[in-house]
């Protein structure tokens, strides 16, 4: 038997064990409940970048298309962007976001456990905003949902329905923007399968650009195409719009990395090289090519530039934000160029832009990523991963195949609800005043 004393040691030794176990258990518990902490610092920046967002669309894209299109359908075309906003927002806080973010159906689609914002309050989420309130996530998102179907309107400018404009609209942003919302950012099959997309490269521009040249073919050209002349009627109005998205583009690239940090920092950067590049190489190659270089082309070669750089943003050094640039300013100049031997009529050449554009930056970011640069990304095939650009080229054929087939489908059924197009008359008259009753220049 143990002498008294040793029995006294063991039975303390025991009891301190026992006390310090329970403090480990505690702590470790404390830790799997403590609630996830409010950064003020990201929370701003959300903020603010969810107003740079809605200064690209409003009032960016408005001027930026209003000032392409001929005088009488300014007044038309801006309408267009500002019921898109207002259409889309209401939609997105009913249902949409719950569908996008909500939890994973299958890989498919989003649950309605966040119907009407029931649940998402100011608190953080674990996995979509870490040190931001969850409602600043939702205002963020909903900007980008709101611009996506804007950008397409750009494809059938001067010629289609005020209503079916927005029916469309709607309809697409559920039917086609929501799904890709949700595999790719929201926890979907593509993002399972590991795509990268930091702001949208197929979200938003493959989507748009592949829509568009479905609308374009659908609604036919325009009254004269071809023969009359359809010149943009206000440049300085156009250049002022290029200003406001490339301003706005801080915050969409930028406010993708959900908070005040170096990933911000380095697609903020990467964005701006991009732009100026891409402005620099549209403005060269058109130089040689027709003589001369024009306003319009230096505005187009910065917002093919932004678009293109987007799903790269938060994964490549500046130094292949410089190639991206080029190379976005010379490919979407040649599929411009390239647009009339094809004979489809993309009035604002949004699938020019943002489709090339889009397809470019979906591409380079399979080839240039690093994880250097963002940890939480993944490496490309210039950093010996392959797989990531297999990965990445799937994410386009997908994008691209999805969104045309939506499309035509959502149009038919507009078509079949309130008819696509306005008449000749009308057309010939000008949206401002058929539509709208207005006139934007007395």
């Not at 030794?13 to 470790?28: D, I, N, P």
């Not at 998402?120 to 931001?132: D, K, L, M, S």
């Not at 690239?253 to 964005?271: E, H």
Request: aromatic content about 10%; overall charge neutral.
């Amino acid at each position: 038997m143990k002498a008294p004393a040793e029995r006294r040691t063991l039975v303390v030794g025991a009891r301190v064990g026992v006390l310090l176990a329970s403090w480990v258990w505690a702590g470790q518990a404390w830790a799997q409940s403590a609630p996830l902490k409010i950064d003020s610092g990201d929370t701003a920046w959300v903020l603010v970048s969810s107003a740079l967002v809605l200064a690209m669309l409003m009032p960016g894209l408005a001027l930026f298309y209003g000032g392409l299109v001929r005088t009488k359908n300014v007044l038309a075309t801006i309408m267009q962007s500002v019921m898109i906003l207002s259409v889309v927002s209401v939609l997105w806080i009913l249902f949409g976001y719950s569908l996008a973010f909500g939890p994973d159906k299958g890989g498919v689609i989003g649950g309605l456990d966040w119907v009407g914002l029931n649940g998402v309050g100011a608190e953080p989420h674990p996995i979509y905003a870490p040190t931001i309130p969850h409602q600043a996530f939702v205002l963020f998102q909903l900007m980008f949902a709101a611009i996506t179907p804007a950008l397409i309107t750009g494809a059938f400018a001067e010629r289609k329905r005020f209503m079916s404009v927005v029916l469309f609209a709607a309809i697409w942003s559920i039917v086609v923007y929501v799904p890709l919302a949700h595999w790719i950012w929201g926890g979907g099959w593509l993002a399972k399968l590991g795509a990268l997309d930091f702001a949208g490269g197929a979200v938003i521009h493959i989507s748009s650009g592949a829509s568009a040249l479905v609308c374009a073919i659908i609604l036919g050209k325009r009254r004269g195409y071809g023969t009359d002349y359809m010149a943009p009627h206000n440049l300085p109005m156009t250049l002022l719009g290029t200003g406001f998205l490339w301003f706005g583009w801080f915050g969409f690239n930028g406010g993708s990395a959900l908070g005040a940090n170096g990933i911000a920092v380095s697609a903020i950067l990467a964005t701006h090289t991009a732009a100026a590049m891409g402005s620099m190489a549209w403005c060269g190659v058109e130089w040689a090519h027709r003589g001369k270089p024009t306003v319009l082309g230096v505005a187009s070669g910065a917002v093919a530039g932004l678009a293109t750089v987007t799903p790269a943003a938060g994964y490549i050094s500046p130094l292949f934000a410089v190639a991206i640039g080029t190379v976005a300013g010379m490919a979407c100049y040649a599929a411009i160029v390239w647009k009339g031997r094809f004979g489809y009529d993309d009035s604002l050449d949004v699938v020019g832009i943002h489709g090339v554009g889009g397809v470019i930056g979906i591409l380079a970011t399979g080839l240039c990523a690093s994880k250097i640069i963002n940890p939480a990304g993944a490496d490309g095939l210039f950093y010996g991963n392959p797989g990531l650009f297999g990965v990445q080229l799937l994410v386009v054929v997908v994008t691209t195949i999805f969104s045309m087939v939506g499309t035509f489908v959502i149009l038919k059924l507009v078509d079949s609800m309130t008819g696509l197009r306005v008449s000749s008359e009308e057309e010939a008259t000008g949206l401002d005043l058929s539509q709208h009753n207005e006139r934007a220049y007395s």
